[in-house]
Structure formats: C-alpha cells, structure tokens
C-alpha cells in the first residue's frame, strides 16, 4: 500500500473515492412517491395566487397547464399530470437559485435556509438549496428531502480539494519506476497513488526541479478526478530557502459545477512534507 502521512491528513473523502463510494453522492430531485398531497399541490398550480406557484406553473408546458387548469379539486390526479409536474418542479430546482425576496415573501424560511440563501452557492449546493426552498414553499404537499444532504459552499470545496491534494501528495508511489508493461491493469491503482520519493533530488538543481513540478502535475491529473487541465507551475525561486513553492491552476468539476481554481502548494525540505492551500 502507498505510505501515508503520519498526521492522517487522508480525509474520508479520499477514502470513499479509493472505494468507489461517496456519501455525499444523492440526489435533491423529486419522483412521484414524494409527493405527500397531488390535490393539493395540482391545486396550488391551479389557482397561481402565490408567486412561486406562478414561476413553477410558468415552467410547465402549456398543454400541461391546460390540463391542471381543467382540473377540479373533486377529480383524482392523473398519474400522467403528476408526472409532468414533478417535471417542472425538477426543472425549478435544477436551474439557478430560486430564491428572489418577493417570490418568497409568504415563505418563513429558517435560518439555516436563509443562510444558505445568503452564501449563495454556486455550486452543487444549488439544487440542494432549492429543494430545501421548495420543501418549506410547500410543507403539506411535498414529502422533506429524505435524507439531509451536506451543502458545501465554493470556499469548503476548495478547501475538502486542498486537503485530498494535501493527502495525495504527501503519499510516496509504491513503484517507483511504474507499473511493467505486463502488468497494465495495474495503472491507476494505488500502486501509483501518491508521488515518487524526491529524497535525493536537490532544489538548486534546475533538472530536479522540473523533474518534481512534472511529478506533482501527473500525480493531481491522475488521481484527482474533480480536477480537469491541471497545470503546475514553479514560483520563483529563493536564494537559500528550503522550501519549493507550486501554484496548481486547474478546472474544479463537480457534477453541473464548473469553475477556474488556483492552489498554492509548498514542498519542505527539512521533512519531505506538503502543504496546499486555496489560493
């Protein structure tokens, strides 16, 4: 197995990649069975008299709309309508933000809600955040989230990703010349998770600078799926430090979730340890 640090910098996030499971892999979208009342729900799309029902309704197609509007409080809901709206109300929480002043002006938030709201993520948190919108918008007809999603801002993102970057870097390749040829399947297992053992290298030589930014950018372009483009570059060097400073400048991907990153990373020679941080 590849050395890990002694301080266990290896978060569980790490962990759960390294085995195929991430607790934080769920979805906020609706299906059928978590609509707790269709009436009245169907009814509340009827009438628009709230603000957000009439954003929601403007989603739905308009032989949708045509249908709900034909619609009577003393009918069943057809399963087809159902399914057309629990559509639109995917759609709302997939988009943008929906929290504006006036469409939730009827809506107690809590604080935890509006908190969120305030931060407001860019990121995967969003579909989080609008279902967390729609479960208080509609308490008696929509079902609560089944089970409570962790919200990441863009700032405790970074950080989760400078922590894995920290793990990954201060964990030493088991096979320092690569996987042979014969065994290929090999690549990409933690056999070569980590970096190569840059003991005897010397940070006045130029060649074993190189050598060790090349090594950095290989080992995050491999290991670290949420990050696409990696690019390592060599701050300038210090007369007499013992120090290697990198800037890491990639593309951070989480699901719908895409924006430009820049990390800063140091390498210390006194005890072979790195240290990354978001830029």
């Not at 609509?35 to 009827?46: F, G, Q, S, T, V």
Request: aromatic share 6%; charged share 30%; proline share 6%.
């Amino acid at each position: 197995m590849a050395t890990l640090s002694s301080d266990n910098n290896l978060v569980a996030s790490v962990l759960d990649r390294l085995l195929d499971y991430d607790p934080r892999v769920g979805t906020p979208l609706l299906d059928r069975d978590e609509i707790k009342n269709p009436k009245l729900l169907i009814d509340r799309l009827r009438q628009r008299k709230d603000p957000l029902s009439a954003f929601i309704a403007a989603q739905v197609p308009p032989d949708t709309i045509d249908a709900i509007d034909q619609w009577s409080p003393g009918q069943e809901v057809p399963a087809e309508l159902l399914d057309h709206v629990v559509e639109a109300l995917n759609q709302a929480i997939r988009q943008g933000c929906l929290y504006e002043t006036e469409r939730f002006k009827s809506v107690r938030l809590p604080k935890e809600v509006m908190r969120l709201v305030e931060d407001t993520p860019r990121g995967v948190n969003v579909p989080y955040l609008n279902r967390m919108l729609l479960d208080e918008a509609y308490v008696d007809e929509i079902y609560r989230l089944r089970k409570a999603q962790p919200t990441y801002s863009v700032r405790q993102l970074k950080d989760d990703v400078a922590r894995d970057l920290a793990a990954l870097l201060n964990s030493r390749q088991e096979m320092q010349q690569g996987v042979p040829e014969a065994f290929k399947e090999l690549r990409g297992s933690l056999l070569e998770f980590g970096v190569p053992d840059f003991t005897a290298y010397s940070l006045s030589s130029n060649e074993d600078r190189k050598r060790i930014r090349r090594e950095v950018e290989l080992a995050i372009a491999q290991a670290e799926p949420r990050l696409k483009s990696v690019r390592v570059s060599l701050e300038a060097e210090e007369k007499f430090s013992q120090v290697l400073r990198f800037r890491i400048e990639c593309l951070l991907r989480v699901e719908s979730f895409a924006e430009p990153v820049t990390f800063d990373a140091a390498l210390h020679v006194t005890n072979h340890q790195y240290d990354v941080r978001g830029a």
